[in-house]
């Protein structure tokens, strides 16, 4: 049935054509003269014409029937306008169209499936499985404990600092508070780095390594995430760090993370002194060993850990 509709169509559209086509070649012909009067020939030719637009106005009118009666190609061959991609005379862009028609039909077959699998599961939503249960209240635990980690209090946040502080005698560390929950630390490891640790809470969020002799700006701490140091020993070691600061991160025992990973930081006392544990080499291409175990602070260079 679809079709004839379209047959009709594209018939009225042939006709609707070779009667313009006439209306045209008539009005640049103009009026004939035939020998009979003037004025006939011209009344006759007015009538002509008046005639051939009635004509065209009741074709066009068939032709607007005839399309609103057509439907739209169902899925993924309804794409409006970009079927205009087909007429595209360059032959890398001709092929976007089969690959947009492709896609299309491909979408259409995901979004069937995944209606079914809505339905399915909404009819076994009543079935509760105790192991789904105890999984939800352990993810509503370890949500409230990150919350209580980072909602402490702020005397509370310095007076674990401070205590953990006095464990490394070669170590100094200066707080700086830039809200009542964002702390930053600056480490100072005897005359060899500083690292500057940016805490939310109790819990490390990001730190960078520099050299001891690099400027640091006391007064914004902040600004020396966004400044690497100049060294590619420090840079190393700042890669090390982040690493070993995701290790030891416990949203439960935040005091026993920041207390491991300064105990971490604390064996480069000796970076410039101790072989590699693997090579026994002090130095591999002008590096030292920039990497220290995660449990036995046995140092290592980068390519001998890895």
Same mark, same amino acid.
């Given at each position: 049935? /679809? @079709?004839?509709? @379209? %047959? @009709?169509?594209?018939?009225? *559209? ?7 086509? %006439?209306?045209?070649? =008539? ?23 008046? /005639?051939? !637009? ?65 339905? !399915? $599961? ?18 509503? %635990? ?5 919350? !209580? ?36 630390? $600056? ?9 500057? !640790?940016?805490? &939310? ?12 002799? /690099? ?11 966004? %400044?690497?140091?100049?060294?590619? *020993?420090?840079? &190393? ?17 935040? =005091? ?24 026994? &080499? ?10 220290? =175990? ?13």
């Amino acid at each position: 049935m /679809e @079709l004839n509709h @379209l %047959q @009709l169509a594209l018939n009225t *559209v042939q006709t609707l054509r070779l009667e313009l086509t %006439q209306f045209f070649i =008539d009005i640049c012909e103009g009026v004939k003269d035939d020998g009979s009067q003037t004025g006939s020939n011209q009344n006759r030719y007015l009538y002509t014409l008046n /005639e051939m !637009i009635g004509k065209i106005g009741i074709r066009m009118r068939d032709l607007q029937q005839v399309v609103g009666s057509l439907s739209n190609p169902p899925g993924a061959m309804s794409l409006q306008n970009t079927s205009f991609l087909t007429q595209e005379s360059t032959p890398d862009r001709q092929a976007l169209y089969p690959a947009l028609l492709s896609s299309h039909k491909w979408l259409d077959n995901v979004h069937e499936s995944s209606s079914n699998a809505v339905q !399915i $599961l909404r009819q076994n939503s009543s079935k509760k499985l105790y192991s789904n249960s105890s999984l939800s209240k352990k993810k509503q %635990q370890q949500s409230s404990l990150h919350n !209580i980690s980072h909602n402490i209090s702020s005397q509370a946040v310095d007076v674990l600092l401070i205590n953990i502080s006095r464990m490394f005698p070669e170590m100094s560390i200066k707080i700086s508070r830039r809200s009542a929950s964002t702390v930053v630390l $600056l480490v100072t490891l005897s005359k060899l780095l500083h690292a500057i !640790i940016s805490f &939310k809470g109790v819990m490390m969020e990001s730190v960078v390594v520099k050299g001891f002799d /690099e400027p640091i700006n006391l007064n914004d701490l902040q600004q020396e995430f966004w %400044q690497e140091s100049r060294y590619f *020993v420090f840079r &190393k070691i700042t890669e090390h760090a982040n690493i070993a600061m995701a290790h030891f991160l416990s949203p439960t025992l935040p =005091d026993l993370s920041v207390r491991s990973f300064l105990t971490w930081l604390n064996s480069y006392l000796v970076l410039f002194k101790q072989p590699c544990k693997f090579c026994g &080499k002090i130095e591999s291409e002008g590096c030292p060993a920039t990497w220290k =175990d995660l449990r036995t602070l046995d140092p290592f260079h980068y390519k001998c850990a890895f």
